[in-house]
Nanobody, 114 residues
Framework: QVQLVESGGGLVQPGGSLTLACAFS????????MAWYRQAPGQQRELVAR??????RYADSVKGRFTISIENAKKSLFLQMNSLQPEDTAVYYC?????????WGQGTQVTVSS
């Protein structure tokens, strides 16, 4: 079992920044990737960014604005979000892929509004 707990969401003005964190624990042997997804009201959950041992991948809508990173020593995944826009408003979820199993956190709300 893998446990994921997100934090760092909140209300921010357009153009502002936030950093999300995801603390992970449990049996992470065989971890192949970690990712951030988001889901806006009435929308499907979509991939925001994924990190693997070889490369990082970003959705086109966040390229150049968001940065995914991981600190294994702290067992934490991060998402630095800059130049936030109202369309970035969503619940952001952390995901861990261990073998063929996907684990999810409970989500953290990000609201971008003036």
């Amino acid at each position: 079992q893998v446990q994921l707990v997100e934090s760092g969401g909140g209300l921010v003005q357009p153009g502002g920044s936030l950093t999300l964190a995801c603390a992970f624990s449990g049996t992470i042997r065989g971890l192949t990737a970690m990712a951030w997804y988001r889901q806006a009201p009435g929308q499907q959950r979509e991939l925001v960014a994924r990190i693997t041992s070889g490369s990082n991948r970003y959705a086109d809508s966040v390229k150049g604005r968001f940065t995914i990173s991981i600190e294994n020593a702290k067992k934490s995944l991060f998402l630095q979000m800059n130049s936030l826009q109202p369309e970035d408003t969503a619940v952001y979820y952390c995901q861990a892929l261990v073998g063929e199993d996907a684990y999810w956190g409970q989500g953290t709300q990000v609201t971008v509004s003036s």
